[in-house]
């Protein structure tokens, strides 16, 4: 189980966007992730008329380390590190490691 899943609302901690949040749009691989509004990059793209796209600078946001966030933990405001647990009926669950609750999606 990946302590950072797609739809969780992080918290960059360190980088050009340090502070910054955003809910995780996708993940990568086991080491990069995409987040809505950070590490935004401006990309020129050349006209394509066969799919009727046209040409210009497109904004979008570029992948970022996952040791570069912490999951937000909307009980404290601020960032924290996840944990699991089993629960009695041996399912596993993420855990914030401050408070000890359960991190619903």
């Given amino acids: 189980m990946k302590r950072i899943h797609k739809g969780d609302e992080v918290i960059v901690t360190t980088g050009r966007s340090k502070?910054?949040?955003?809910?995780?749009l996708?993940?990568?691989?086991?080491?990069?992730?995409l987040v809505e509004n950070v590490?935004?990059?401006k990309r020129?793209?050349?006209?394509?008329p066969g799919r009727n796209k046209p040409g210009g600078i497109v904004e979008k946001e570029a992948s970022i380390h996952i040791s570069n966030v912490a999951m937000f933990n909307p009980a404290t405001g601020k960032a924290d590190r996840i944990g699991f647990?089993?629960?009695?009926?041996g399912k596993k669950v993420?855990?914030?490691?401050?408070?000890g609750e359960a991190v619903e999606i």
């Fill in 94 to 99: 993420r855990i914030f490691k401050s408070t």
């Fill in 85 to 89: 647990k089993s629960l009695e009926d």
């Fill in 39 to 41: 590490n935004m990059i």
């Fill in 26 to 33: 996708q993940i990568l691989d086991s080491e990069r992730l």
């Fill in 19 to 24: 502070g910054t949040r955003g809910h995780v």
């Fill in 44 to 48: 020129h793209t050349k006209p394509d």
